[in-house]
């Protein structure tokens, strides 16, 4: 459901620069909670040609071999031989991370653990729309599933001549109903063996990655294909381009259909708002529309550092609500405790559960988990009778 | 204007350690621009303690003293003392820069320079609001204010006990008219020397920073303010937190009121639409608010890597406007030329305009340039005449 007529969304596979930076924070992250949950973790990965550097700040009794989780990463994604430009096992691994400022940590640890203090201010969205079955907008959701099948039938050895990098991007025409209606162009980019003609590229791409993902009745004469338009693409990674950690905000959300407090995830602890109050606003938002209280729903929380409440939390249902919203928002107030100590706990967040929501995408996806990812807390839907019964 | 009733939106100084990053990138950008106006440029830095890493892909003819760039920006900012935890003179400079990608370059550099493809695949949105008179949302622009003030009374010697970071947030209340209407809450927090005393400090936050900057009819007993509310920020900049370039890009764009593709703009030459066609997209909403089309604006665009034409341009004027969204849609495809070479010589992006942009907004700044920033040519107001014209 939008007011656009069409709508473009974006994803990356996990061999993009920027991912494998966000893959190594989280699994750093990962590492360090399963021996030490009360760890404080911010994490920051920069990669580029032949070298990965992990920087941000830690603080832990954990003892983690750092060097062995980065290229562990890596060669995982599949960055094994020099041959595809950038190899886990023998690239450069330099560490630069400090320690948790110990007046940060005042203002968050406080002497009751129900008033932890939100790791830094910040606002954050949550949203769900009824256009999906995983209530999540369609553009990102089937951007996501086009360089999910890229991996899939790269590793597969379906088509073998591909390599860890790809993009794709969805355009979306929407009826006057504000349903998807039809797919007006498909980009899609990925790196290659240099043995692949690009004919042959294009017809695998369409025939193995876009036929097998894509609706056949949204594609039609008129959708534009847009196959690898630079009509090379054998450099790739980060020799091609560096890649950051957090540099995939819009990726690893709604696709830009919702708004963004421009808080990263990948790295962080869920003492920091940017993740688990993101995390909470997807569950509170989910809840909502699964309730039938809106077909379309966007939540708006925000925080100050060292402070427990948030500072607002605000609702927009795009005339959608069944419900007059400020009635909701009272509703999500009785149901939903936002402090930080109480979404952790809720959303039960302290665990190594973070690397694998470092691809594509942090919500919306439970319905094809992939190998190792269990079903993300915050897609429950547990909350939705409760939500109904606040309103009576 | 907004659904919401109330709207949170965060800035922070140009010493925050991602805005150390963003002007670092942005100061390189510039110094080979000057020199180079052909030369790609995609600069991305690292900032931790003791340590600025810049990285990335350059291709130019120009020569540069990149390190000496590096310490100026960090010593202008204020970060001249291992006192004050970070010193440009002294810490390291590392340089990972490569080259772009050949493979890239073939797919921008077209035979005719019309037809320059897009540097890469993306979407941008531009936004406009008749909220406040540089038509922008009134949280952004009043958070940016708060932290100019407090770079200005630091540098300016009213308050010479503060230091370089700083952050702040804005809680606005909206009436049901969707027109700002109160404060609800105001966070800030900076750094400071470890002589004043908190209380003094909250003090001279509230008369010198916060009363001189936001309105007095919006403030009220029921406002709520956070001032440094951890209690000490005496370590700050990369010291208590790792910096990244491209990682502030809500707060370097409409603080969370538009959407966004998730493209960061420090760094990056205008062949890449991340930036140019998010400044296309500001340039074309002003425009549309300011011909009285609509009072509320945001325009979405997407591009494929190597093909000049945008892939989509869809408009949301959020029931505000005044003709047929598609009749406007009309207009602005008949008004702009949205090609990345149109963009660039219609704003005439090719000159060493960009460090100023990369601290306080890259919109809605002419009314208050600081020092050496000249009117942005995105922000103006050229093309209502043309856009009346082409509905008539
Ligand atoms: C185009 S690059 C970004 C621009 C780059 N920093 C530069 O200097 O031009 C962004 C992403 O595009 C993809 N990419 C890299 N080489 C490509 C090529 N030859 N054709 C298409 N896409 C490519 C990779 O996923 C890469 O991370
Ligand atoms: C809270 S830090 C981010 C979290 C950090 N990476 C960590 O490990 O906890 C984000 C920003 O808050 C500000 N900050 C740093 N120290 C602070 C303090 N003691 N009190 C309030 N704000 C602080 C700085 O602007 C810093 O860049």
Excluded at 58 to 76: C, K, M, N, Q
Aim: net charge negative; hydrophobic share 40%.
């Amino acid at each position: 459901m939008t007011e656009y007529t069409t709508f473009t969304s974006e994803s990356v596979s996990e061999g993009h620069p920027d991912k494998i930076a966000d893959q190594i924070s989280d699994a750093i992250l990962d590492a360090i909670l399963a021996e030490d949950p009360r760890a404080r973790v911010a994490c920051e990965t920069m990669v580029k040609t032949g070298v990965a550097i992990i920087s941000g700040e830690i603080t832990t009794s954990a003892w983690v071999d750092l060097e062995s989780i980065v290229r562990g990463v890596i060669t995982d994604i599949g960055y094994n031989s020099s041959d595809v430009g950038f190899d886990g096992a023998t690239c450069s691994v330099i560490n630069i991370i400090g320690k948790q400022s110990p007046e940060i940590n005042q203002g968050v640890d406080r002497a009751s653990l129900e008033e932890q203090g939100a790791g830094d201010q910040g606002l954050m969205f949550g949203y769900a729309s009824d256009e999906t079955d995983v209530l999540m907008p369609a553009p990102i959701t089937y951007a996501h599933r086009l360089v999910e099948r890229q991996s899939k039938v790269r590793r597969d050895g379906t088509l073998s001549w591909l390599r860890p990098d790809a993009k794709s991007q969805l355009t979306m025409r929407y009826g006057a109903d504000g349903r998807p209606e039809a797919i007006d162009a498909v980009v899609l980019s990925t790196q290659h063996n240099p043995e692949i003609a690009l004919s042959d590229l294009r017809e695998a791409v369409i025939e193995e990655i876009i036929k097998p993902v894509l609706p056949a009745e949204w594609l039609s004469a008129d959708t534009k294909f847009f196959i690898n338009p630079t009509g090379k693409f054998v450099i790739g990674g980060p020799v091609g381009d560096c890649g950051l950690t957090g540099r995939k905000i819009i990726v690893d959300s709604y696709g830009g259909m919702a708004r963004h407090g421009g808080g990263a995830f990948s790295g962080k602890d869920p003492s920091k708002v940017d993740r688990s109050a993101a995390y909470a606003g997807r569950w509170v938002a989910k809840n909502i529309v699964a309730a039938g209280l809106a077909k379309r729903c966007e939540i708006q929380v925000s925080y100050a550092i060292g402070v427990a409440e948030p500072t607002s939390i605000s609702l927009n249902c795009f005339g959608t609500e069944t419900v007059p919203v400020d009635r909701i928002v009272a509703a999500v107030r009785a149901v939903f405790d936002l402090r930080p100590f109480a979404i952790i706990r809720e959303l039960d967040l302290l665990h190594p559960i973070y690397r694998p929501t470092a691809s594509y995408g942090h919500f919306g996806r439970e319905p094809y988990a992939l190998a190792g990812a269990t079903a993300f807390s915050w897609e429950r839907t547990d909350r939705a009778e409760a939500l109904k019964a606040a309103l009576t």
